[in-house]
């Protein structure tokens, strides 16, 4: 069974355009995250959910949008794409508090042309 | 601020050479660390963690040992593969276990 699945893997899509990448964990898990992964593997947080409630909030245009409609789901929504936003984008899940691991999801690759 | 810094790559060696990844690392408290390994086209996996000082965690043939009086954490390898080629991540998780500290990673290419 999948643990943290991302939806979908692949996305080509046009500047100016906005989309949606949605990630589902049913591992339990209270807290997500949202990455973005650069061409040089580079990875940054850029959200974070716990229990619903927006914990982490890096600095990130406000293009982006994350929305939690429930613990075990956390989507982000993108207006307006630029070039700039092509990256890999990476949903993580875990528990929030003492030495846990976050599992990762298999990746977005959002190409912007 | 909490913090990891990694070797920097890309790192090549031959089939069955010794692998160390240096890691190191400045957080207040005591984090727990962890190596995670991201194999092409793919999410990254846990590949081992430890949760205090002196722990060593193992897997996969992967060790790597927490020392605090060097804020280190180097993955090392004995005898590499070619199928162990991939982009490798230290990261420290803070006592609150709020947010995830990543290296930069280190990418391994084992050729035959």
């Known amino acids: 069974d999948t643990a943290v699945s991302q939806t979908p893997k692949y996305l080509v899509t046009q500047m100016g355009n906005d989309k949606s990448i949605k990630c589902e964990q049913n591992l339990g898990h209270d807290t997500m995250y949202w990455y973005k992964q650069d061409s040089k593997k580079f990875l940054k947080i850029m959200f974070s959910?716990?229990?619903?409630?927006?914990?982490i909030n890096e600095t990130v245009p406000n293009r982006f949008s994350p929305k939690s409609p429930d613990k075990a789901h956390l989507n982000l929504h993108i207006n307006s794409l630029e070039l700039g936003d092509s990256a890999v984008y990476f949903c993580?899940?875990?528990?929030?508090?003492?030495?846990?691991?976050?599992?990762f999801g298999p990746g977005t690759r959002l190409t912007v042309t | 601020g909490d913090s990891v810094t990694q070797m920097e790559g890309p790192v090549t060696l031959s089939e069955e050479a010794f692998l160390t990844i240096n890691c190191t690392y400045t957080?207040?408290?005591?984090?727990?660390l962890f190596w995670y390994v991201q194999y092409p086209g793919e999410g990254l996996q846990l590949l081992l963690k430890?949760?205090?000082?002196?722990d060593k965690g193992s897997n996969k043939g992967f060790e790597a040992t927490y020392r605090k009086e060097t804020t280190s954490f180097h993955l090392e390898k004995g005898s590499v593969q070619v199928s162990d080629s991939a982009v490798y991540f230290c990261a420290l998780s803070t006592n609150t276990g709020n947010q995830f500290y990543f290296g930069t990673g280190t990418s391994l290419t084992v050729i035959p």
């Open positions: 959910y716990n229990n619903k409630e927006l914990i």
């Open positions: 957080a207040t408290g005591y984090p727990s």
């Open positions: 430890a949760t205090k000082a002196d």
């Open positions: 993580a899940s875990g528990f929030q508090g003492g030495p846990y691991e976050q599992y």
